[in-house]
């Protein structure tokens, strides 16, 4: 029997896309209903599109497989937003008040809409992470109410290039699939494995992906720092199959030998590692090939955590994704960045329900598109598909969503929440609304003081004086008689 509600989540990564299907339970927990992964390598590169129309073939064939598999049509979906051009700037929106006002809310609003509308070039702000408020001298989380004649906004604004952002909404629009929301991928997944004393007390989250490892920082409940570094597992990858093996052997070999660290007493110099079943390599090479590009992994990953928080680290670090699985990985980390609190999150925080053997690996790998579904608040299901009709037979058009969310302003978007390229074409077209609405009110109200103005100066011209004071000679006189 086909579900009748479902949140469906889109991961576009470097080595795999990977579509998931769950449904929500009144206990918390998620029961997933169906996994689709397909191989992207040829057309997305350290998390960017750079095929649209391959990606979006590879979307709409997700979406088949997802919709036979539920007996369900599919009417939208949520996507997270990443990639190696992804990256936080700073900035600060001031604004002086009237002596002693009273802040508002309205002036918080103005504040993120001037942040908003700030101009990067080829640049596109995906989310706006506010820091704190400076009221005086003072940093406060939420300033309303609060007495002042001077406010400043601190930002944290996140940035991707224009074109990236621009190829991945076209993506959907050319597979003709709804995009219910889309997010910010490294967010979803800080939401869903990092706990609240971690992010309390300042820690720093890696993910060590396929092309790419991403690296957010927190501290008091707040994202400080996001930077994407364009380097990966998979370079590793590269690096053994300099011996002139292929890609394939190469990474097989890093999965059974691989060692993040090993000491160099440790070391076997008579030991070599078998290729295939003619070619062997020296065991201290191997060692050297893998460790000496990890540790160029891990050296990018502590230049990205901001100086200020190398002594505030207190929830350590968490490492996470697929590289993430790498023998004495902490050890590695620990002995580059003289942090010893480092734990590997092989797992989301949330329950989830699954036969699915990816998600029931707990390896880290899944728990991006996991902590997208768990996001998800929006029915993503249609109507029934028969498994034995003609689903394959047309190119897949998604509907118009059943329950589309409205149009939100950057005031009332959650955290981590991206906005698409239709959602801030609406927008911008409701502003303009807005603004010409106001401008006739405006003119309205200019027009109509003019008038008051020409009433109030023909009631006080000398013609109209002489013109009262001969009326009311005349009706003395009559008044007389």
């Avoid at 991961?11 to 927990?29: C, F, R, V, W």
């Avoid at 497989?65 to 937003?81: A, D, F, M, S």
Wanted: proline fraction near 3%; glycine fraction near 6%; charged fraction near 30%.
């Amino acid at each position: 029997m086909a579900a009748k509600e479902f949140i469906v989540a889109i991961e576009l990564g470097s080595s795999k896309m990977t579509g998931i299907a769950g449904q929500k339970n009144l206990d918390g927990s998620i029961q997933v209903l169906a996994v689709v992964k397909e191989n992207s390598s040829a057309f997305i590169r350290k998390g960017v599109v750079y095929n649209i129309d391959k990606t979006a073939q590879c979307l709409t064939s997700i979406i088949r497989k997802l919709e036979t598999q539920l007996k369900t049509e599919i009417r939208q979906v949520y996507v997270g937003v990443g990639g190696q051009s992804i990256r936080s700037v700073k900035n600060v929106i001031a604004k002086d008040l009237p002596n002693e006002s009273i802040i508002t809310q309205d002036m918080v609003i103005e504040l993120m809409d001037a942040n908003r509308n700030m101009e990067y070039p080829d640049q596109e702000i995906l989310d706006a992470a506010v820091q704190e408020y400076k009221v005086g001298s003072q940093l406060q989380l939420d300033p309303v109410g609060i007495q002042a004649n001077h406010l400043e906004g601190n930002f944290l604004n996140i940035l991707e290039r224009g074109t990236f952002y621009r190829n991945l909404n076209k993506c959907f629009e050319t597979a003709g699939i709804n995009v219910a929301e889309m997010y910010l991928a490294p967010l979803a997944l800080a939401d869903s494995v990092l706990t609240e004393a971690e992010r309390r007390s300042g820690c720093a989250l890696v993910d060590l992906g396929a092309d790419t490892t991403t690296v957010s920082v927190y501290s008091k409940n707040i994202l400080r720092h996001l930077a994407v570094i364009p380097l990966g597992s998979n370079n590793i990858t590269k690096d053994i199959a300099t011996l002139q093996i292929e890609e394939s052997d190469a990474e097989k070999m890093k999965l059974k030998y691989g060692s993040a660290y090993t000491d160099n007493s440790e070391i076997d110099n008579d030991l070599k590692y078998s290729i295939d079943a003619d070619r062997q390599i020296e065991s201290r090479k191997f060692i050297e090939i893998v460790e000496g590009r990890l540790e160029e992994i891990i050296e990018n990953v502590w230049y990205q955590i901001p100086s200020e928080y190398y002594d505030k680290l207190l929830g350590g670090i968490i490492l996470t994704g697929g590289g993430s699985n790498m023998k004495n990985i902490e050890k590695a980390f620990s002995n580059h960045t003289h942090v010893e609190k480092i734990r590997i999150a092989k797992f989301v925080s949330q329950t989830i329900l699954s036969n699915n053997e990816d998600v029931k690996a707990h390896n880290g790998m899944m728990n991006t598109v996991l902590g997208l579904l768990a996001k998800g608040d929006i029915n993503c299901a249609g109507s029934f598909v028969d498994p034995n009709g003609d689903l394959f037979g047309q190119k897949h058009v998604a509907p118009v969503a059943s329950d589309p969310r409205p149009v939100r302003q950057p005031g009332e978007i959650p955290a981590g929440v991206i906005r698409t390229e239709a959602e801030k074409k609406a927008a911008e077209e409701e502003k303009r609304r807005q603004q010409e609405e106001e401008d006739r009110q405006k003119r309205e109200e200019e027009l109509k003081k003019k008038a008051e103005e020409e009433a109030i100066r023909r009631e006080n011209s000398p013609w109209n004086k002489l013109k009262k004071g001969f009326l009311k000679f005349g009706k003395s006189i009559v008044e007389e008689e």
